[in-house]
């Protein structure tokens, strides 16, 4: 009708999200391109877990070998059409969360203070940055050597490490402190799952919160048990002073399939680990990444 001024067709959500990241890179592109790095890393992250996880299930199920490092699962993409893409932006992943947390750690771009705790987080955030950033390096790694069908196992190049340090003066106890390490950081990981808000890290509705903060619980606990048999391995490769002790992720696990309950506790640990993964791509949607507190500050 003339005169009548027509309705307002509300911009779909997807078009809100171009449109704010049109206004980030125009205020201020590089402060943006490590907010996307960063998101990408987190959905780098999540594809790492997301295939432990997957891959120990059908291994149980005795549909696919199972594996014996994360490098070892993420290898099963590049036997797929496309796959080798996958694997070029999961490592591109990888670099940019090394590089998030670095900010994290060094700058403080959570604003996290600096109280015994903060120092604490920051400390494991540093640690996150070098094992993540490690495996991007290995990623590409693998990428190059697809093509020969065989590549350097992640866990034969980890034992040649270890028995190295075995060789040091008190290399055996360097070894089993690495290994206690570990241990700790798996018990850290599964108190996390029932102490830890894991919703004051998003900005969501509450609803998602609710179980995004359920999904994180499962998954920071079934991550937790997983870290466990890789920390007794290395404790007992130190004490036995033998690098063949050792064993990745995926080996550790698999060592309880010949266990009582082995496939059973397994098949809940993998399920953890889908969890975490899915975990996080939900941070890569929806936590708050802001480096430019980073940069700003002095």
């Known amino acids: 009708m003339a005169g009548e001024t027509a309705a307002t067709v509300p911009s779909p959500p997807g078009w809100k999200v171009v449109s704010r990241w049109r206004r980030r890179f125009a205020v201020a592109p590089w402060v943006a391109l ?18 432990i996880g997957l891959i120990a299930i059908l291994a149980v199920a005795g549909l696919a070998p199972h594996t014996r490092s994360a490098l070892g699962s993420l290898e099963a ?11 070029w932006l999961t490592g591109l992943g990888l670099y940019g969360f090394a590089g998030w947390r670095a900010l994290q750690s060094v700058f ?3 604003n996290q203070g600096r109280s015994a705790r903060a120092w604490a987080s920051r400390a494991g955030q540093a640690l996150s940055g070098l094992i993540y950033g490690s495996l991007g390096v ?7 050597t697809l093509h020969d069908l065989h590549h350097a196992s992640e866990v034969a190049a980890e034992r040649a490490t270890v028995a190295k340090v075995l060789a040091w003066p008190l290399g055996g106890t360097m070894v089993m402190a690495v290994g206690a390490f570990i241990v700790a950081c798996g018990l850290g990981n599964a108190i996390r799952a029932c102490l830890d808000d894991f919703g004051g890290t998003l900005k969501c509705d509450p609803k998602i919160t609710a179980w995004a903060c359920r999904l994180a619980r499962l998954g920071y606990f079934g991550r937790g048990l997983a870290m466990l048999p890789v920390g007794f391995f290395m404790i007992s490769a130190g004490w036995r002073e033998h690098a063949a002790e050792v064993k990745g992720v995926g080996g550790a696990l698999w060592a309880l399939h010949h266990q009582a309950w082995g496939d059973l506790v397994l098949v809940f640990v993998a399920v ?12 890569a949607w929806f936590r708050p990444i802001r480096p430019e507190g980073a940069f700003s500050r002095p």
């Open 108 to 110: 403080d771009a959570d």
């Open 138 to 144: 290995s990623v590409f790694r693998l990428i190059d």
């Open 272 to 283: 953890g680990l889908i969890a975490f993964g899915a975990f996080a791509f939900v941070e």
């Open 34 to 51: 490590v907010e996307l790095a960063a998101r990408l890393g987190y959905v780098a992250r999540g594809i790492v877990y997301l295939s």
């Open 77 to 87: 993409w590049g036997r797929w059409p496309y796959g080798v893409v996958l694997l």
